[in-house]
T-cell receptor
């Protein structure tokens, strides 16, 4: 089936530094998403992105977070500066359309540890 | 806002036993309901989905029925195999370009 790739698979970073998480979505998909999962807790929606713009963001999407997809390359999540509570697994997803019936395809996640 | 509740954190079964995972949801809209499955080291992948247009979905021997009256979307399989061992998420999608709402997940372990 369609594959979403995420780079890197693991990242360890000191608090206060910047980190960029990369996502290579399914090639013909137009909608992109980031989710956050803290160990033992629910997967939670952060943000979605379409046509170069953020469509919707949750309260977890702090001012220190930003997303972009320059020139059809990776869809990225940047955190600057990082905080201890940013430690989590971040999943990228993509879908062809934005309607609620459409399937979102998920990557394997990036495990971020902030020390 | 939307919410999804999975009360069973873990289910342990022997092969060929019946699997039932309970899921209830809350929303003010007309959602699509999904079951996603996650294997170790991978992201969640779609198992099945059901929209308001139909009541039942099935895939790979799994079935789920969308019951608007009880706001439930339970997952079941008549006879599990060891390869069904994974984490199963009940998920709600509602509205245009909205993020999905996940349940906490149920870890299913099947032993030969």
């Amino acid at each position: 089936g369609p594959k979403v790739l995420q780079i890197p698979s693991h990242q360890i970073i000191d608090m206060g530094q910047m980190v960029t998480l990369n996502c290579d979505p399914v090639s013909n998909h137009l909608y992109f998403y980031w989710y956050k999962q803290i160990l033992g807790q629910q997967m939670e929606f952060l943000v979605n992105f379409y046509n170069g713009k953020v469509m919707e963001k949750s309260k977890l999407f702090k001012d220190q977070f930003s997303v972009e997809r320059p020139d059809g390359s990776y869809f990225t999540l940047k955190i600057q500066p990082t905080a201890l509570e940013d430690s989590a697994v971040y999943f990228c997803a993509s879908s062809l359309r934005g309607v609620n019936q459409d399937t979102q395809y998920f990557g394997p996640g990036t495990r971020l540890l902030v020390l | 806002g939307n919410s999804v509740t999975q009360m069973q954190g873990q289910v342990t079964l022997s092969e060929e036993e019946f699997l039932f995972i309970n899921c209830t949801y809350s929303t003010t809209g007309y959602p699509t309901l999904f079951w996603y499955v996650q294997y170790p080291g991978e992201g969640p992948q779609l198992l099945l989905k059901v929209t308001t247009a139909n009541n039942k979905g099935s895939s790979r021997g799994f079935e789920a029925t969308y019951d608007k009256g009880t706001t439930s979307f339970h997952l079941q399989k008549a006879s599990v195999q060891e390869s069904d061992s994974a984490v199963y998420y009940c998920v709600l999608g509602e509205g245009y370009a909205q993020g999905l709402t996940f349940g906490l997940g149920t870890r299913v372990s099947v032993f030969p």
